[in-house]
T-cell receptor, first 115, second 112 residues
């Protein structure tokens, strides 16, 4: 049973470019969460999605950041016009529908470096 | 404001000892509790989940939950150098949007 998959694992962007991070949940999981982790800091929640629906985006910056989880294909976290402060590790986690289990399983992460 | 607090450490224990990691939380309605292990440069890995007061054991790991005192602990018996990592506590308020709040983690060092 494949785990959560994320790609790319490392991404380098220049200031002002766009970054697209992809996440495929674990088989049987329909809920996806995105987190950001800065060096020496904790995990910060960004957005919670299920297929074709954003459940909670309270942790997402209002500008430049967007997320989607289409009916087909991976979930995508998109950062437009990246700035140096966006450099961080971005983790995706997936879970079964709440009620089945509340356990989240993390992907390997995408390390974004903005130069 | 829901908060999850952990001592950042580092907690240093000798090989073979019991490591005790603690976590307190502010939201009395919290129902689901998790411990994750994160090696440097890697992603968090789920170790244990606990939902009821008391102890839950899995191999060398024991999670302890005390809802009245609002704390959850992780004990690691017979600690090994390979247990050296950061341990993250996460708490979910059931009935909300199932988004866990993570503590900042406790760094554990197991020295030979």
């Amino acid at each position: 049973n494949a785990g959560v998959m994320q790609n790319p694992r490392h991404l380098v962007r220049r200031r002002g470019q766009e970054a697209r991070l992809r996440c495929s949940p674990m088989k049987g999981h329909s809920h996806v969460y995105w987190y950001r982790q800065l060096p020496e800091e904790g995990l910060k929640f960004m957005v919670y999605l299920q297929k074709e629906n954003i459940i909670d985006e309270s942790g997402m910056p209002k500008e430049r950041f967007s997320a989607e989880f289409p009916k087909e294909g991976p979930s995508i976290l998109r950062i437009q016009q990246v700035v140096r402060g966006d450099s961080a590790a971005y983790f995706c986690a997936s879970s079964p529908p709440p009620g089945d289990s509340y356990e989240q399983y993390f992907g390997p992460g995408t390390r974004l470096t903005v130069t | 404001q829901k908060e999850v607090e952990q001592n950042s450490g580092p907690l240093s224990v000798p090989e073979g000892a019991i490591a005790s990691l603690n976590c307190t939380y502010s939201d009395r309605g919290s129902q689901s509790f998790f411990w994750y292990r994160q090696y440097s440069g890697k992603s968090p890995e789920l170790i244990m989940s606990i939902y009821s007061n008391g102890d839950k054991e899995d191999g060398r790991f024991t999670a302890q939950l005390n809802k009245a005192s609002q704390y959850v602990s992780l004990l690691i018996r017979d600690s090994q150098p390979s247990d050296s990592a950061t341990y993250l506590c996460a708490v979910i308020l059931t009935g909300g949007s199932y988004i866990p709040t993570f503590g900042r983690g406790t760094s554990l060092i197991v020295h030979p």
